[in-house]
């Protein structure tokens, strides 16, 4: 079975900093899809970014961007220019497409002012 | 844009009673899925619907049921609740094919007292 591990329970960053969170995986399939996703205190999960496996370019939105190491299976999301708006949980998922999401455990970032 | 409606957004029940949870997917979206969130924890899935038929199965309680209608709405059928049922549920949806995204509703917030 597919397993997520994110290792950090908790970071905080200051203000227009930036910050990385860890995320890795596990899986025998070569083909699959790797999402961060945010938790804000309204609970509601907010897609931040997503990393299709068989592309080699690490995605990026906007001041979010990972840093993906397929042969490490290693998927870590990168936060430029943090705001108190970054704050959040967040957790990094997997799927094989269109089929159910693997959770890590999450990590809660807190933006210090 | 629609999202994905759940309702009720809260319920609070008490233990042994039943509850029942819905979601409305995104217009056209065939494929439902759903997720229990307990306190501090990451989302786990329960189980997924693909064209009104039952297609992924997670760790849902024999004491669950769900089933999604001709509309493509799903509910989430709870029997003799117990006090750890309490979670937050999530409904997402998705289109058909692999390179798709699920959208996720905001959550029931069950409380089982």
């Known amino acids: 079975a597919q397993t997520v591990t994110q290792s950090q329970p908790e970071m905080s960053v200051q203000e227009a900093e930036t910050v990385t969170l860890s995320c890795t995986y596990d899986?025998?399939?070569?083909?699959?899809?790797l999402f961060w996703y945010k938790q804000p205190p309204s609970r509601q999960m907010i897609l931040v970014i997503r990393?299709?496996?068989?592309?080699?370019q690490n995605a990026t939105e906007n001041r979010f961007s990972v840093n993906f190491q397929k042969a490490a299976k290693s998927f870590s999301l990168k936060i430029s220019d943090s705001q108190l708006g970054d704050a959040a949980m967040y957790f990094c998922?997997?799927?094989?497409?269109?089929?159910?999401?693997?959770f890590g455990q999450g990590t809660r970032l807190t933006i210090n002012p | 844009a629609a999202g994905v409606i759940q309702s009720p957004r809260h319920l609070i029940k008490e233990k042994r009673e039943t509850a029942t949870l819905k979601c409305y997917p995104i217009?056209?979206?065939?494929?439902v899925y759903w997720y229990q969130q307990g306190p501090g924890q990451d989302p786990q899935f329960l189980i997924s619907?693909?064209?009104?038929?039952?297609?992924d199965k997670g760790s849902i309680p024999d004491r669950f049921s769900a089933q999604q209608f001709s509309d493509y709405h799903s509910e989430l059928n709870m029997s003799s609740l117990e006090l750890g049922d309490s979670a937050l549920y999530f409904c997402?949806?998705?289109?058909?094919?692999?390179?798709?995204?699920?959208?996720f509703g905001q959550g029931t917030r069950l409380t089982v007292v």
């Open positions: 899986t025998s399939e070569s083909d699959y899809y």
């Open positions: 997402a949806s998705s289109y058909p094919g692999p390179n798709t995204e699920a959208f």
């Open positions: 217009p056209r979206h065939d494929t």
């Open positions: 619907f693909y064209e009104k038929m039952q297609s």
């Open positions: 998922a997997y799927t094989q497409g269109a089929q159910k999401l693997v």
């Open positions: 990393q299709e496996a068989y592309k080699q």
